[in-house]
T-cell receptor, first 117, second 109 residues
Framework: GAGVSQSPRYKVAKRGQDVALRCDPI?????LFWYQQALGQGPEFLTYFQNEAQLDKSGLPSDRFFAERPEGSVSTLKIQRTQQEDSAVYLCASSLAPTGANTGELFFGEGSRLTVL | GQNIDQPTEMTATEGAIVQINCTYQ??????LFWYQQHAGEAPTFLSY??LDGLEEKGRFSSFLSRSKGYSYLLLKELQMKDSASYLC??????????WGAGTKLIIKP
């Protein structure tokens, strides 16, 4: 597709349920980022992939959060045993170049809004 | 710690000019971005500064002073569609983007 695609756009989960959020980056983009954005706040870094390699997962808030990008394209963010504090918009962004090569523009998806009841 | 500061909210009048400031304290510096985010939508790229000075792009300009840890985004000839949040983000020495909380800009007719 022409842009970064995320699904689902909206997800309501009961506390304790597992959820999976999908990101389809722009074709050929090497770098993929996951961010968590609370209402009225800037994006908070969760994790970074360069192709299929997860190079930085320092922002994942707990071991309930897991991300993968097995073939270097589509990525999935999984949250196990969801808690109310997990309610947020989860943004995926991709970039053509690996970080460190240049600080190229990030292209964001529309986000997945997760509400945990 | 790493910190990006920008005003929480600003109000301006249609047709006027507004300047949104951003100050930063980060471990290293590899560039500063400004993004625009309309409510419920994805952030979209506005500008990138890595050298000191002013970068002009149509109605929007961005300025950087690395020695002062300071940037501003200047919006001219404001239009109602410019009502949005404006996010300042700095790339640190590890090439990780550190984001500000954003400035909500309200345009009044």
């Amino acid at each position: 597709g022409a842009g970064v695609s995320q699904s689902p756009r909206y997800k309501v989960a009961k506390r304790g349920q597992d959820v999976a959020l999908r990101c389809d980056p722009i074709s050929g983009h090497v770098s993929l980022f996951w961010y968590q954005q609370a209402l009225g706040q800037g994006p908070e870094f969760l994790t970074y992939f360069q192709n299929e390699a997860q190079l930085d997962k320092s922002g994942l808030p707990s071991d309930r959060f897991f991300a993968e990008r097995p073939e270097g394209s589509v990525s999935t963010l999984k949250i196990q045993r969801t808690q109310q504090e997990d309610s947020a918009v989860y943004l995926c962004a991709s970039s053509l170049a690996p970080t460190g090569a240049n600080t190229g523009e990030l292209f964001f998806g529309e986000g997945s809004r997760l509400t945990v009841l | 710690g790493q910190n990006i500061d920008q005003p929480t909210e600003m109000t301006a009048t249609e047709g006027a000019i507004v300047q949104i400031n951003c100050t930063y304290q980060t471990s290293g510096f590899n560039g500063l971005f400004w993004y625009q985010q309309h409510a419920g939508e994805a952030p979209t790229f506005l500008s990138y500064n890595v050298l000191d000075g002013l970068e002009e792009k149509g109605r929007f300009s961005s300025f950087l002073s690395r020695s002062k840890g300071y940037s501003y985004l200047l919006l001219k000839e404001l239009q109602m569609k410019d009502s949005a949040s404006y996010l300042c983000a700095v790339t640190d020495s590890n090439y990780q983007l550190i984001w500000g909380a954003g400035t909500k800009l309200i345009i009044k007719p």
